[in-house]
């Protein structure tokens, strides 16, 4: 018997210090641990955003240019270039750039700084047809101006300001789904910029 009294008492020891190191270790645990894990996903997620296309838009014409040859106020002879320019827009916001706060006491994500829009217009030029002469022959320095035209003509038939308003709608529309986690949390989105207006979050 006194012989098993030794490994009960040293099991009894070891199991007064385990429980004592956890009942420590609780004592200066936080509790705030709910409030850090909410911050880190937020965080998180607003990192992984960066440049986005938030509007595009698609147009195409067709444009007929006339070279004509005169003599004596008379028409002797005409060429035409028919070119055919599809123009792609785009509206897009580089959220790199956006700087932005999360409040993890109160609650909040606030937006202190929203980039502006960037707008990128590219058209491209075809030569669909062309009719030559050996009277008055299309050079290559016609055929740059008409491509040079076509092209000027496209950038100018975009509305810059329709884009940038319907950008900005789409823009609102894809923070809300970017901040469904920080509503999900009970987060508010507060907007400082004063950029989206009425649209606030």
Excluded at 20 to 26: G, M, V
Excluded at 94 to 109: C, F
Excluded at 111 to 138: H, Y
């Amino acid at each position: 018997m006194r012989n098993l009294k030794v490994p009960i008492a040293f099991l009894a020891g070891i199991t007064l210090m385990v429980i004592l190191f956890f009942s420590f270790k609780s004592c200066f645990t936080p509790n705030n641990k709910k409030e850090t894990s909410d911050y880190y996903l937020i965080t998180n997620q607003i990192t992984k955003m960066n440049k986005m296309v938030v509007m595009e838009q698609n147009t195409s014409e067709i444009q007929k240019t006339k070279y004509s040859y005169t003599f004596m106020g008379a028409e002797m002879t005409s060429n035409n270039i028919i070119t055919y320019t599809k123009t792609n827009a785009q509206v897009s916001y580089d959220l790199n750039k956006m700087k932005m706060e999360v409040d993890s006491i109160n609650k909040k994500v606030i937006i202190k700084e929203l980039p502006d829009p960037e707008i990128r217009i590219t058209p491209s030029v075809e030569i669909q047809s062309m009719d030559d002469s050996f009277v008055n022959r299309i050079t290559e320095k016609d055929i740059k101006n008409v491509t040079q035209k076509a092209k000027a003509s496209a950038v100018k038939s975009i509305d810059q300001n329709k884009l940038r308003s319907e950008g900005k709608t789409q823009l609102l529309e894809n923070l809300n789904n970017i901040f469904v986690l920080a509503k999900a949390l009970n987060y508010k989105i507060e907007d400082q910029t004063g950029k989206l207006g009425v649209l606030g979050l």
